[in-house]
């Protein structure tokens, strides 16, 4: 059974830079895709990037293209989400998510397309 644990959220300041990370065990990940996810307080669960299985194609939410880069390290078994240039509206618990088969191009940022969730790691952005 896949596992996913977030890591490298914080507090930053406007501006700043951070890179999550999203480490897998129990499978391999590079048979699966992946996507970064975000939710506010009070608001629904927003998808923000996605990649291939392979690397190969990636997707970005319009709040966050320019921004913010994913990739992949297959040895490693773990995705990395860089985030720069953040601002307040950031503000969210971050969340990797899983899926073993591909997915239609418009439906790659719908939460239920995916079977795998990490618990969150929050961001906030904040002076």
């Known amino acids: 059974q896949l596992q996913l644990v977030e890591s490298g959220g914080g507090l930053v300041q406007p501006g700043g830079s951070l890179r999550l990370s999203c480490a897998a065990s129990g499978d391999t990940l590079d048979r699966y895709s992946i996507a970064w996810f975000r939710q506010a307080p009070g608001k629904e669960r927003e998808g923000i990037s996605y990649?291939?299985?392979?690397?190969?194609?990636?997707k970005y939410s319009d709040s966050v293209k320019g921004r913010f880069t994913i990739s992949r390290d297959n040895a490693k078994n773990t995705v990395f989400l860089q985030v720069n240039s953040l601002k307040p509206d950031d503000t969210a618990v971050y969340y990797c998510?899983?899926?073993?088969?591909?997915?239609?191009?418009?439906?790659?940022?719908?939460?239920?397309?995916?079977?795998?969730w990490g618990q969150g790691t929050q961001v906030t952005v904040s002076s």
């Open positions: 990649i291939s299985s392979s690397g190969g194609m990636t």
């Open positions: 998510a899983a899926v073993g088969f591909s997915l239609t191009w418009g439906s790659v940022f719908l939460p239920n397309r995916y079977n795998y």
